[in-house]
């Protein structure tokens, strides 16, 4: 069965700090990945996709960058953090090969700049 | 933007009685999801309706889909405490295939 992880769980870094959150996905082969950022209390906002190795679209204009340097693994980086990017970041593979319309989520990494 | 916007903002009920919250989107979709998320946690899959279909099941959840209208329910029958919840729907527009756009959301608590 297929499973997704994102480490860490919850991040602490001050503001001006690098930032790299991994999501990796097991159990399948050329997934879509995604990946959101969730304000408090918030809907979610598609920050990046990826349909296979080294494609990236990005959304919204911002601090942050993504890398798929592997197939199943998708990963958020940023060279400075700012305070606004303080959230709850989710990744979430959809397997687009099946025709298979769901996305499904990891457990998020709770970032908090300082 | 496309993002579908759900109401209400938050939802207080008894168990057992039912739960209804709707989705409003923009434009035409492929189709539309709704998620649950406890709090603090990932999203979980409910359920799936594509532009094509009206109505449609899954054990306790009912989802309806009014592409005239532009909006979606989701109604959850005899509800539990275990469904407090925040639910999300999320659109997959027509014209961005591959791209989900979420609502802000419906808190549910149903109180024991």
């Known amino acids: 069965s297929q499973t997704i992880h994102q480490w860490p769980a919850t991040l602490v870094q001050p503001v001006g700090s690098p930032l790299s959150l991994e999501c990796t996905v097991e159990?399948?082969?050329?997934?879509?990945l995604y990946w959101y950022r969730q304000a408090a209390g918030r809907g979610l906002q598609l920050l990046f996709y990826?349909?296979?190795?080294?494609?990236i679209s990005s959304e919204v204009p911002q601090n942050l960058s993504a890398s798929r340097p592997q197939d199943r693994q998708f990963i958020l980086s940023s060279k400075k953090l700012l305070l606004s990017d303080s959230g709850f970041y989710l990744c979430?593979?959809?397997?687009?090969?099946?025709?298979?319309?769901?996305?499904?989520f990891g457990p998020g990494t709770r970032l908090t700049v300082t | 933007s496309q993002q579908g916007e759900e109401d209400p903002q938050a939802l207080s009920i008894q168990e057992g009685e039912n739960a209804t919250m709707n989705c409003s989107y923009k434009t035409s979709i492929n189709n539309l999801q709704w998620y649950r998320q406890n709090s603090g946690r990932g999203l979980v899959h409910l359920i799936l309706?594509?532009?094509?279909?009206r109505e449609k099941h899954s054990g306790r959840l009912r989802v309806t889909l009014d592409t005239s209208k532009k909006s979606s329910s989701l109604l959850i029958t005899a509800s539990r405490a275990a469904d407090t919840a925040s639910y999300f729907c999320a659109t997959e527009p027509v014209r961005d295939f591959n791209k989900f756009y979420f609502g802000s959301g419906t808190k549910l608590n149903v109180k024991p």
């Open positions: 309706i594509r532009s094509n279909e």
């Open positions: 990826s349909v296979g190795i080294g494609q």
């Open positions: 979430a593979w959809r397997d687009d090969l099946a025709g298979v319309d769901e996305q499904y």
């Open positions: 159990g399948t082969s050329n997934p879509n």
